[in-house]
């Protein structure tokens, strides 16, 4: 079987660390808060290159929370990717704001040109997706959150690590935010996330938020929630995160073969920018026959995924929006995305065999 992601095999290369991390964790009863939630903000601040960091709960909640410390006015209109995970929408929705959606370009991005054509007097805020591992096209971005005065957060949950021109994702926006779910480029052992930001004003806002707005343990100036980075998760992304470009490069490594090595008229590969680091979260290539080419892989003990079987906006919280996205890109491409296994953990002759079975396939 050649697995789409292998979490079992990463554990056991670097066992003797995380199990002696976590005892210690538990033998100092760091569970909530303390030394190594604190060491792990630090590292990973400096890592991106923001001044700060805030562990939370999981990348729903730093989307969410992150948006939440914008204050934007009521009924403030909030553009996202028409391709995502819809924690990216959820976040503008359970704050009480307008959702609209942008089509993605080429490289699976917010589209620049979309963006542009959609801003109005409301609209308040861009949620940018690093969608896949591949930075959004920042270039025409930026200059047009300037220009109309938009708050920009970035929506790292798949870009840990991706760089823009030099620059890390997750350095351009007013916040941005991450998650560690197990399966992330980053991943702790349950849930985890994190805001990043350079602005104090800001994180402090949600550390608060993210803290039942307190201020000292019984003083609560506003009322917030509960999420929370935990110590034990804290303590092994620690420890991994000093391996997370080890494995940025071995996912590049997989990416080159797949380049290299498929060749089957019937399929196309991702494309990519130039001066970018990609981390290739995930491999997406496109085909007219999806079901055709999973089943087949199937057969040959291949394991594939879909990121996402359908758009946003034709999902069902989404049908009573006065948007019609029907003319998108993304909303019509969703049926011939497939994801093909990536990862550190994908030896040359796994290649070997996923290469060769798609390029068998007619
Ligand atoms: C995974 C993911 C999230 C949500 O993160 P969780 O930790 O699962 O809550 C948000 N946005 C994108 C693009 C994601 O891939």
Redesign the pocket.
Known sequence: MVKFLNLQKQYEDIKQEIDTKIFEVIQNSAFVGGEYLEEFEQNFAKYIGTKYCLGVG??????EIALWSLKLPKNAEVIVPAN??I??SEAVTQNGLKVKFADCDHNYQLCSKSLKKLITPQTKAVIV?H?YGHPADMNEIMPLVKKYDLKLIE?C??AHGATYKGKNVGTFGDLA?F???PG?NLGAYG???AILSSDEKLINLCRSFANHGRSTKFAHEIEGRNSRLDGLQAAVLNVKLNYLDLWIQKRNEVAKYYFDNIKNPKISLPQQSKDIVNVF?LFVIQTQDRKGLQRFLQTQQIQTGIHYPIALPKLRPYQNLQQDCSEFKACSEDERLLSLPMGEHLTVQELKIITTAINEWK
């Open positions: 999981n990348g729903t909640d730093a989307l995502s995970f924690a990216t997706v969608l929506d949950a798949q935010t998650s560690f779910y992330k849930d985890g996330g979260h």
